[in-house]
């Protein structure tokens, strides 16, 4: 597909998968809503609640240990262990659940151009926060972030959630949403930059091929199990992917 038909397929599957969830949305602030220390009349808002040395009142609270906090995730709201809580992720009963995502927040960030982390509008290039299967299939499960946004994600993720293995940043100019039977998935363009940690740090060569290696296999049954084609196809796109790999062993830095 030429490259106008391939924006205007991208545009059309996102304005579609967004509008069901928007309707229901109905009101802009309900989504994305001022940050708690930003009530109009009350001391200037965020910005005159802001330290001098640029650290907001917000992050007094920041959990020890974490990366440092990107500047547009400091009017985010704290949980009660002073992690930042994301946009994307569920609420129940209040309480942030990490693991599983707010969909209808989701669509609303796709709709309105919002990163899905801090909720402020993203610009030309988006940031995916995905694991090495995914650099294989090129889909995520979130919609894009600012570069900073998803680095602070992939490096503060093991910390939060014990996560092992690697993860990516891929950064991009272009994606698709596209309406799965589980809910939206973001099919990602060619990488302009793509960016790996491991226990939050950058990973090296070494450590991105352990850590691909171990989500082959998965992959190559599912293939087997379908066709010799999917598993010649699955060959392409696992080459494909190797080429975005951290170019040498010792090349591990923040
Ligand atoms: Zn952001």
Redesign the pocket.
């Known amino acids: 597909m030429n490259t106008i038909g391939y924006l205007g397929s991208a545009t059309l599957a996102l304005g579609c998968a967004a509008y069901a969830a928007i309707a229901s949305a109905k009101r802009f602030e309900r989504i994305f809503p001022a940050p708690a220390n930003d009530v109009p009349g009350t001391h200037g808002g965020a910005a005159a609640a802001r330290l001098p040395h640029g650290v907001s009142m917000t992050a007094m609270a920041l959990r020890q240990g974490l990366p440092e906090l990107?500047q547009?995730?400091r009017a985010l709201p704290l949980d009660s262990r002073g992690y930042p809580v994301p946009v994307f992720a569920q609420r129940d009963s209040g309480v942030p659940d990490y693991r599983r995502c707010d969909s209808e927040k989701l669509a609303a960030c796709v709709y309105y151009k919002r990163?899905c982390?801090?909720g402020?509008p993203v610009g030309q290039y988006k940031a995916f926060m995905i694991d090495a299967l995914s650099a294989v299939t090129r889909t995520s499960l979130l919609p894009p972030?600012?570069i900073e946004?998803a680095k602070f994600v992939a490096k503060a993720c093991p910390v939060i959630e014990q996560r092992v293995g690697v993860s990516l940043v891929w950064v991009t100019r272009a994606y698709e949403a596209l309406q799965h039977e589980s809910g939206l998935i973001f099919r990602m363009a060619e990488a302009e930059q793509t960016c790996w940690y491991i226990n939050g740090r950058r990973a090296n060569r070494d450590e991105v091929r352990s850590s691909f290696e171990d989500s082959l296999p998965a992959l190559y049954d599912a293939a087997h199990a379908k066709s010799e084609a999917a598993v010649f196809e699955l060959d392409t796109m696992v080459a494909r992917a190797t080429r975005y790999f951290p170019a040498h062993s010792a090349a591990a830095f923040r």
């Open positions: 990107p547009r995730m990163c982390v801090c402020e972030a600012h946004c």
